[in-house]
């Protein structure tokens, strides 16, 4: 299928293109689909002076009528999700059905952000004085998105960033540019120029944007690798900056688990979206004691998923996104092979069309293996055997990584103790992958830095302002026991 509208940014609530244009490549057939401008510094300069312009407009309306646009961004979202997960489905591969959950959550996240208030604090309310934490915004925001959720993780930043009164330069990842332009085109009429500008480009424009004087934050999901060159990169004007970087996620299963139920949960918390979900179950640990049940009831699931073309009807698991990440997971599933890994499924990789990759499971690897230590992001996960719960705490968080983790038994009390000993920022019990608007969610160690979501994710787009009114009639000096500032 080809997507042969004309798909420009959006900067100054105008449509912009460039002379230059980058290919859009469907992973499920690697042919080009389309075309998207791809900006560098001109356009940027041109993004950020809109987003500049529009901040002082914005930020001075009342938190209820950016409430009321934010709602209806939800609305614009809902209202073209036909063809809004098309659109996704081509550029992502996910199924169509995965791709309508995405935007529908995309929806959901901008209703529900739009909800929170924006707390004052009165730390002080005296005959002398009232002393008052107010919560502003930064000023221009830029978030940057990856290829895996992009209207989803993309709508994570622009919701918060413009209810908190930040102004929004947005950039989607080079491989899945089109839901996001077309967000900006669908968001001309509705929210004030200059407000919210997405722009797209090639591997030159993220550097450019964290490196942008006019630029107070970044917001960044993706690698942690990238992370680190963004917060280097930041730290040139002090830019504030959030940081949502890769996973290792386990799950730790206990053995009075019931097995066939927690088979199916557990074979989608590790497949779904192809593995490439930050949060996906990537190391399985199962005590020894119901090691060989668990692992053939998860096989078994295994084997009646469909692994194709995400327009297909019956299709369960898409593609891999890109080459560079097809590329990644094929070299975890060579390294098994040439160690003498056992594989329960899949392991055999056909050369294309497509990004394709079966559903592969390693059985028991040595804990040092590389399928094992890194973030595969792709649908290939180790089983791995325990004997002894504080054994495999120990492994679980024996990690450079600490996005999140699960843990499944039938005794809850048993299960949060176990939880409360991960080093991870979200742990599940007995669920996985359950993420909510209303709950601060972010990596320990170097999963990342800050939180999205939760009153705590709205206010990483402030910054805190006390105000402090000496009351009229006396004069406080320090003398008087007034604090000096
Ligand atoms: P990536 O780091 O390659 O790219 C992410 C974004 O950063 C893209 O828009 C890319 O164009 C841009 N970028 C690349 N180099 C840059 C630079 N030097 N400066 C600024 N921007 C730059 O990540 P990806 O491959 O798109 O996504 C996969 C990774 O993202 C995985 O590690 C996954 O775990 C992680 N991820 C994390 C979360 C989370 O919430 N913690 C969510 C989804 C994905």
Same mark, same amino acid.
């Given at each position: 299928?080809?997507?042969?509208?004309?798909?420009?940014?959006?900067?100054?609530?105008?449509?912009?293109?460039?002379?230059?244009?980058?290919?859009?490549?469907?992973?499920?057939?690697? *042919?080009?689909?389309?075309?998207?401008?791809?900006?560098?510094?001109?356009?940027?300069?041109?993004?950020?002076?809109?987003?500049?312009?529009?901040?002082?407009?914005? *930020?001075?309306?009342?938190?209820?009528? *950016?409430?009321?646009?934010?709602?209806?961004?939800?609305?614009?979202?809902?209202?073209?999700?036909?063809?809004?997960?098309?659109?996704?489905?081509?550029?992502?591969?996910?199924?169509?059905?995965?791709?309508?959950?995405?935007?529908?959550?995309?929806?959901?996240?901008?209703?529900?952000?739009?909800?929170?208030?924006?707390?004052?604090?009165?730390?002080?309310?005296?005959?002398?004085?009232?002393?008052?934490?107010?919560?502003?915004?930064?000023?221009?925001?830029?978030?940057?998105?990856?290829?895996?959720?992009?209207?989803?993780?993309?709508?994570?930043?622009?919701?918060?960033? +413009?209810?908190? &009164?930040?102004?929004?330069?947005?950039?989607?990842?080079?491989?899945?540019?089109?839901?996001?332009?077309?967000?900006?085109?669908?968001?001309?009429?509705?929210?004030?120029?200059?407000?919210?500008?997405?722009?797209?480009?090639?591997?030159?424009?993220?550097?450019?944007?964290?490196?942008?004087?006019?630029?107070?934050?970044?917001?960044?999901?993706?690698?942690?690798?990238?992370?680190?060159?963004?917060?280097?990169?930041?730290?040139?004007?002090?830019?504030?900056?959030?940081?949502?970087?890769?996973?290792?996620?386990?799950?730790?299963?206990?053995?009075?688990?019931?097995?066939?139920?927690?088979?199916?949960?557990?074979?989608?918390?590790?497949?779904?979206?192809?593995?490439? #979900?930050?949060?996906?179950?990537?190391?399985?640990?199962?005590?020894?004691?119901?090691?060989?049940?668990?692992?053939?009831?998860?096989?078994?699931?295994?084997?009646?998923?469909?692994? &194709?073309?995400?327009?297909?009807?019956?299709?369960?698991?898409?593609?891999?996104?890109?080459?560079?990440?097809?590329?990644?997971? *094929?070299?975890?599933?060579?390294?098994?092979?040439?160690?003498?890994?056992?594989?329960?499924?899949?392991?055999?990789?056909?050369?294309?069309?497509?990004?394709?990759?079966?559903?592969? #499971?390693?059985?028991?690897?040595?804990?040092?293996?590389?399928?094992?230590?890194?973030?595969?992001?792709?649908?290939?996960?180790?089983?791995?055997?325990?004997?002894?719960?504080?054994?495999?705490?120990?492994?679980?968080?024996?990690?450079?990584? =600490?996005?999140?983790?699960?843990?499944?038994?039938?005794?809850?009390?048993?299960?949060?103790?176990?939880?409360?000993? +991960?080093?991870?920022?979200?742990?599940?019990?007995?669920?996985?992958?359950?993420?909510?608007?209303?709950?601060?969610?972010?990596?320990?160690?170097?999963?990342?830095?800050?939180?999205?979501?939760?009153?705590? =994710?709205?206010?990483?787009?402030?910054?805190?302002?006390?105000?402090?009114?000496?009351?009229?009639?006396?004069?406080?000096?320090?003398?008087?026991?007034?604090?000096?500032?």
């Amino acid at each position: 299928m080809r997507f042969d509208a004309d798909y420009s940014m959006t900067i100054d609530g105008r449509a912009v293109d460039t002379a230059a244009r980058l290919k859009v490549i469907d992973p499920a057939t690697e *042919r080009s689909i389309t075309s998207v401008p791809d900006a560098g510094a001109a356009e940027l300069d041109a993004a950020v002076a809109a987003a500049r312009a529009a901040f002082p407009g914005w *930020r001075g309306l009342a938190l209820d009528e *950016r409430r009321a646009l934010l709602r209806a961004i939800a609305g614009a979202i809902s209202d073209n999700i036909e063809s809004l997960a098309k659109l996704l489905t081509a550029e992502q591969g996910k199924p169509l059905a995965e791709a309508r959950g995405e935007l529908e959550g995309a929806s959901y996240w901008c209703e529900s952000i739009a909800s929170f208030d924006l707390p004052t604090i009165v730390s002080e309310d005296s005959d002398e004085r009232q002393r008052v934490t107010y919560r502003v915004p930064i000023g221009v925001v830029a978030g940057i998105v990856p290829w895996n959720y992009p209207m989803l993780l993309g709508v994570w930043k622009i919701a918060p960033a +413009l209810l908190a &009164g930040n102004t929004v330069v947005v950039k989607p990842s080079p491989f899945t540019p089109l839901t996001m332009l077309k967000l900006g085109e669908l968001l001309r009429d509705i929210l004030p120029p200059g407000v919210l500008n997405v722009v797209t480009g090639g591997d030159q424009l993220g550097p450019l944007i964290t490196a942008h004087p006019g630029i107070d934050k970044v917001s960044f999901t993706g690698s942690t690798a990238t992370g680190k060159r963004v917060m280097a990169s930041c730290a040139a004007n002090l830019k504030r900056v959030t940081l949502e970087l890769g996973g290792n996620d386990p799950a730790i299963v206990m053995p009075d688990v019931d097995v066939e139920a927690v088979a199916e949960q557990l074979f989608w918390a590790a497949f779904s979206n192809s593995g490439q #979900i930050c949060i996906a179950t990537k190391r399985l640990y199962i005590h020894e004691a119901i090691y060989d049940r668990l692992k053939a009831a998860i096989v078994a699931v295994a084997e009646r998923v469909r692994v &194709g073309n995400g327009t297909d009807a019956d299709v369960r698991l898409g593609p891999v996104q890109n080459r560079q990440q097809y590329e990644r997971v *094929r070299a975890l599933i060579a390294d098994s092979h040439a160690n003498g890994h056992d594989f329960l499924i899949g392991g055999d990789i056909s050369d294309g069309p497509g990004f394709f990759i079966p559903v592969t #499971i390693v059985d028991n690897p040595p804990e040092n293996s590389r399928v094992v230590q890194e973030e595969a992001f792709g649908p290939v996960l180790p089983l791995l055997k325990f004997a002894h719960v504080d054994e495999a705490i120990a492994r679980a968080n024996d990690t450079i990584f =600490g996005l999140a983790a699960s843990v499944w038994s039938a005794d809850v009390e048993q299960a949060t103790a176990i939880a409360s000993q +991960l080093e991870a920022g979200t742990v599940w019990v007995n669920e996985v992958q359950n993420l909510s608007p209303f709950a601060v969610f972010g990596g320990h160690k170097q999963s990342g830095l800050g939180a999205e979501n939760g009153l705590e =994710g709205v206010l990483e787009y402030t910054n805190p302002q006390t105000i402090s009114i000496h009351k009229a009639g006396r004069q406080v000096t320090p003398s008087d026991g007034a604090v000096p500032a």
